[in-house]
């Protein structure tokens, strides 16, 4: 199992920009891949963007295309997303997951189903 922690949640206005991060442990980091999802008050919980193990493919959503980018660091067992051009629309708690499956190679149409291991979320909240 991994432990995941995620940062960097809070308010900002319309148009501004935040960077999530996801701190992992307990299990290599680096040979699985990893997403982040959101969920609004009384919604499901929404796929935004996934990564490979390598980095070498990534995954978005077509409403946060263009505007957010999922990255990781292996040395620092640590996943980020940097959303800039925030929307009210945007507002959720923000999830890191983990992927299930070993050393996944492409992440193109994965699904909630295929992740295993969650952090506790970090609240986003943007003002129009």
């Known amino acids: 199992q991994v432990q995941l922690v995620e940062s960097g949640g809070g308010l900002v206005q319309a148009g501004g920009s935040l960077r999530l991060s996801c701190a992992a442990s307990?299990?290599?980091?680096?040979?699985?891949?990893m997403g982040w999802f959101r969920q609004a008050p009384g919604k499901e919980r929404d796929f935004v963007a996934a990564?490979?193990?390598?980095?070498?493919?990534?995954y978005y959503a077509d409403s946060v295309k263009g505007r957010f980018t999922i990255s990781r660091d292996n040395n620092k067992n640590t996943l980020y997303l940097q959303m800039n051009s925030l929307k009210p629309e945007d507002t959720a708690v923000y999830y890191c997951?983990?992927?299930?499956?070993?050393?996944?190679?492409?992440?193109?149409?994965?699904?909630?189903?295929?992740?295993?291991?969650w952090g506790q979320g970090t609240q986003v909240t943007v003002s129009s």
């Open positions: 997951a983990a992927d299930s499956s070993f050393r996944r190679r492409v992440v193109t149409g994965i699904r909630l189903g295929d992740f295993g291991s």
């Open positions: 990564i490979s193990w390598s980095g070498g493919s990534t």
């Open positions: 307990g299990r290599t980091f680096s040979s699985f891949a």
